[in-house]
């Protein structure tokens, strides 16, 4: 079983940055792929970025790329969001999430383990 619980969120203006931190908790955290998620008021939930088990491949959502990065660090048990160039689009409830196996990219039922999510808020 894995446990994750994000941080960082919070209110940013439009343009800034903000990096979220996940901290996972689980013996098979390092096997795992790892993904964000976001979702925003009356919105569904829709993927941002996936990275490998051990970080050799990441993908992001075309509405991010170039501006959000996806990274962990397996000695840590750690996984990141570094959000650049923020836009008022970018505002909801962001989600860290385990997957089933080592690579699954963007398949939101291949993600086996969710956190409570951290509330992010861009301001135009």
């Known amino acids: 079983q894995v446990q994750l619980v994000e941080s960082g969120g919070g209110l940013v203006q439009a343009g800034g940055s903000l990096t979220l931190s996940c901290a996972a908790s689980?013996?098979?955290?390092?096997?795992?792929?790892m993904g964000w998620f976001r979702q925003a008021p009356g919105k569904e939930r829709e993927w941002v970025a996936a990275?490998?088990?051990?970080?050799?491949?990441?993908d992001h959502a075309d509405s991010v790329k170039g501006r959000f990065t996806i990274s962990r660090d397996n000695a840590k048990n750690m996984v990141y969001l570094q959000m650049n160039s923020m836009k008022s689009e970018d505002t909801g409830v962001y989600y860290c999430?385990?997957?089933?196996?080592?690579?699954?990219?963007?398949?939101?039922?291949?993600?086996?383990?969710w956190g409570q999510g951290t509330q992010v808020t861009v301001s135009s």
């Open positions: 990275i490998t088990w051990n970080g050799g491949l990441t």
């Open positions: 999430a385990a997957a089933v196996t080592g690579w699954v990219g963007r398949v939101a039922h291949a993600y086996q383990y």
């Open positions: 689980g013996r098979t955290f390092s096997s795992r792929a």
